[in-house]
């Protein structure tokens, strides 16, 4: 997945059915691209989720994983 975030760390959503990736939003802290994915996806955030959104920082490591539904 090509780098698009200019701030530390990108949060891409993953359409599993399309096999599209889409920056959503980007964030300068872990913790706070956490809370805005949290805040984003609320109760749809789970295991049981066939799309995934991951946290990636500037080196394109993901850095968290989460399920969505």
């Given amino acids: 997945m090509?780098?698009?975030h200019k701030l530390e760390f990108g949060i891409y959503h993953w359409d599993t059915?399309?096999?599209i990736t889409l920056l959503v939003d980007?964030?300068?802290s872990l913790p706070k691209a956490i809370q805005?994915?949290?805040k984003r996806y609320k109760d749809r955030l789970g295991p049981q989720g066939a799309d995934r959104v991951d946290i990636v920082n500037l080196n394109g490591d993901v850095v968290k994983k989460f399920s969505v539904k």
């Fill in 36 to 38: 805005k994915v949290k």
């Fill in 2 to 4: 090509p780098i698009e």
């Fill in 17 to 19: 059915f399309d096999n």
């Fill in 26 to 28: 980007e964030a300068v």
